[in-house]
């Protein structure tokens, strides 16, 4: 019979008893804490298309983009509604329309599906506003 040789470590293994130990949750990623959601939109406020990401806190919305955020306070917004026809739509897809007391209008349109805008509307309506189909 061959012998079979093994590499061993220059260095006996030594038990670390004050070392973490990892479980499988460890490894987990962390999800966002409950009052803060995060989600792939697009939005116009009028004039331009811009797409980023969505925050929804407490207190309101926070688009991101690359031109900086855009921040809706749901204290400032007097009218949402959920808008399919052709000429509300952004890039063929329905939209949120969150109007505000002076006059101005924000589109978000959701890029994760359409599930995902009636979500964003529950998030208006546990404001306390109500949300037009």
Avoid: K
């Amino acid at each position: 019979m061959s012998e079979s040789t093994r590499d061993e470590p220059s260095t006996p293994a030594v038990a670390q008893p004050d070392a973490p130990r990892r479980s499988s949750a460890d490894s987990a990623p962390a999800l966002l804490p409950p009052e803060v959601r995060s989600y792939a939109v697009v939005w116009s406020d009028g004039s331009d298309v811009c797409s980023g990401r969505l925050d929804v806190h407490r207190g309101g919305l926070d688009l991101h983009g690359r031109v900086g955020v855009l921040r809706l306070a749901f204290r400032d917004v007097n009218r949402a509604s959920i808008e399919r026809g052709r000429a509300d739509r952004l890039r063929g897809l329905p939209v949120l329309r969150l109007s505000g007391r002076g006059g101005t209008s924000v589109r978000i349109a959701s890029l994760q599906g359409p599930g995902v805008l009636h979500e964003l509307a529950g998030h208006v309506e546990s404001a306390g506003l109500t949300v037009a189909a």
